[in-house]
């Protein structure tokens, strides 16, 4: 018997999209749960506690504007 993997969704974002939040407006999950503040400079990527979905910033951690 094998499990089978839920796919996590992967959203690439830029700087114009900081500071990050989720769900991002016009995502189809815009009302699937609360609007979550993420951090995502330090490290270049985060996870959505609520949902999953994994945001990577562009250019990767400490390439945004200050």
Do not use: F, N
Not at 4 to 13: D, F, H, M, P, Y
Request: charged share 25%.
């Amino acid at each position: 018997m094998s499990e089978t993997k839920a796919e996590t969704r992967v959203i690439e974002v830029t700087d114009a999209d900081l500071p990050l939040h989720c769900p991002m407006p016009g995502q189809d999950l815009w009302d699937s749960h609360p609007r979550v503040y993420l951090p995502i400079e330090d490290k270049g990527e985060t996870l959505c506690p609520y949902c999953g979905t994994l945001y990577k910033l562009k250019g990767g951690a400490g390439h945004h504007r200050h």
